[in-house]
């Protein structure tokens, strides 16, 4: 059974920084490509970045030069540096897990970017 839990949203002050991290079980965690997307109040879901498990890495150019996407396989986790946040990065930010077109989602976490 996969299992993924996003944690580390919250609040956090325009300029701000913050760290989600997404623990993967249920999976050979290696092997997968994770990713990041976002929903805002509203909108539909969009990628923000993907990872694949030989560690390349893809951007959306809203979030290039601020945001850092990083696995830890030995942790079975994935991770989002999120820096210089701005207003319009709020919304809850989802990890998926994709192999061989099989998508597998967390539940989502909420990051809120306001003074």
């Known amino acids: 059974q996969v299992q993924l839990v996003e944690s580390g949203g919250g609040l956090v002050q325009p300029g701000g920084s913050s760290r989600l991290s997404c623990a993967a079980s249920?999976?050979?965690?290696?092997?997968?490509?994770m990713g990041w997307y976002r929903q805002a109040p509203g909108k539909e879901r969009e990628l923000v970045a993907t990872?694949?498990?030989?560690?390349?890495?893809y951007y959306v150019d809203f979030v290039k030069g601020r945001f850092t996407i990083s696995r830890d396989n030995a942790k079975n986790t994935v991770y989002l540096q999120m820096n210089s946040l701005k207003p319009e990065d709020t919304a809850v930010y989802y990890c998926?897990?994709?192999?061989?077109?099989?998508?597998?989602w967390g539940q989502g976490t909420q990051v809120t970017v306001s003074s």
């Open positions: 249920g999976i050979i965690f290696r092997i997968y490509m």
């Open positions: 998926v897990a994709v192999f061989r077109g099989v998508n597998n």
């Open positions: 990872i694949t498990s030989g560690s390349s890495t």
